[in-house]
């Protein structure tokens, strides 16, 4: 089945502890971003990635760090999580390594950072 | 600055009643305009974008370049259309998609 997974789905951690949370696509995708989810502010891009080794920041890139080293992964990282990370965080593809074509979604990681 | 505006954080209808969502934008160029949504419990999936200008599960949106509107639209909703609505622009360089902060549509009998 085409899809983008995530994991962990959901994460409590505590500040400072460095953690990675993993996004895999099998769809041949070459386009990968990740946003995080919060009340009353949408969507908001942190990252994303138009092909393998290229990386670009997007709105919100402080305290984040990701890789794409293979075409199917697109890892995000946080060296040293803050409570104010504390989010919904969503993995998305799309073909063609344009952000306008349809973005397929992740199921989303729930992360906790006390 | 790029930047989405969905000004309705929820909107209640009855069920037969029509649905308008309502998207504003800001962007220098001509942008690519996107309807997402998300079911409860589902992943966040296109509903529909300007550039195919089809009709998916009875929801349009035209894009009113003068009035940097796209707002989506339903003669008649239905219990099911109650979700997670969002606009979304991308520009011409393809790289970034921008949201809006979301409305949420309840539809009740």
């Known amino acids: 089945e085409a899809q983008v997974t995530q994991n962990p789905r959901y994460l409590i951690t505590v500040t400072g502890k460095k953690l990675t949370v993993t996004c895999s696509q099998n769809?041949?995708?070459?386009?990968m971003s990740w946003y995080r989810q919060d009340p009353g502010l949408g969507l908001r891009q942190i990252y994303y990635?138009?092909?393998?080794?290229?990386?670009d920041k997007g709105d919100v890139p402080e305290g984040y760090k990701v890789s794409r080293k293979e075409k199917r992964n697109f890892p995000l990282i946080l060296e040293s999580p803050s409570p104010n990370q504390t989010s919904l965080y969503f993995c998305?593809?799309?073909?063609?390594?344009?952000?306008?074509?349809?973005?397929?979604f992740g199921p989303g990681t729930r992360l906790t950072v006390l | 600055a790029q930047r989405v505006t969905q000004p309705e954080k929820l909107l209640s209808v009855f069920k037969g009643a029509p649905v308008e969502l309502k998207c504003n934008y800001s962007?220098?160029?001509?942008?690519?305009l996107f309807w997402y949504v998300q079911y409860s419990r589902q992943r966040l999936q296109l509903l529909l974008r300007?550039?195919s200008r089809e009709s998916i599960k009875g929801f349009t949106a035209d894009l009113n370049k003068g009035e940097t509107s796209f707002h989506l639209k339903k003669p008649f909703a239905q219990e099911e259309d109650s979700a997670m609505y969002y606009c979304?622009?991308?520009?011409?360089?393809?790289?970034?998609?921008?949201f809006g902060k979301g409305t949420t549509l309840s539809v009740s009998s």
């Open positions: 998305a593809s799309s073909s063609a390594g344009q952000a306008f074509d349809e973005q397929f």
């Open positions: 769809m041949n995708h070459e386009y």
């Open positions: 990635s138009m092909n393998v080794e290229v990386t």
């Open positions: 962007y220098s160029g001509s942008p690519e």
């Open positions: 300007h550039i």
């Open positions: 979304a622009l991308s520009g011409q360089a393809g790289t970034a998609l921008i």
